[in-house]
Nanobody
């Protein structure tokens, strides 16, 4: 069974940093591409970043490029978030790509094995 759990969220001031972790149980990084999504009240779930199983050609949402960095090691996928803005406030989720080792984009229907999410709040 593939089970994911997110951690690392919290309250941070604008311009601050957080590192999120997506920890896999029954999860082999060699075989799964993994995406990070976020959702805030009244908004649809939107893709943030995705990393393929070969750790190459990862993708980012335009609004986070240059600020967020995705990486992976062993059974964990990380999302380093720097220069955080209030609009980054959301619950952040990780999920695996359905039937693929490459990132297909940011359609949530292409992902499965969603974690429970971790809250990120950016406020002064």
């Amino acid at each position: 069974q593939v089970q994911l759990a997110e951690s690392g969220g919290g309250l941070v001031q604008p311009g601050g940093s957080l590192r999120l972790s997506c920890i896999g149980s029954g999860f082999t990084l060699d075989y799964y591409a993994v995406g990070w999504f976020r959702q805030s009240p009244g908004k649809e779930r939107e893709g943030v970043s995705c990393i393929p199983n070969n750790d190459q050609n990862w993708i980012y949402r335009d609004s986070v490029k240059g600020r967020f960095t995705i990486s992976r090691a062993e059974n964990t996928v990380y999302l380093q978030m720097d220069s955080l803005k209030p609009e980054d406030t959301a619950v952040y989720y990780c999920a695996t790509v359905r039937r693929g080792s490459w990132c297909p984009g940011f359609n949530p229907d292409d992902y499965e094995n969603w974690g429970q999410g971790t809250q990120v709040t950016v406020s002064s």
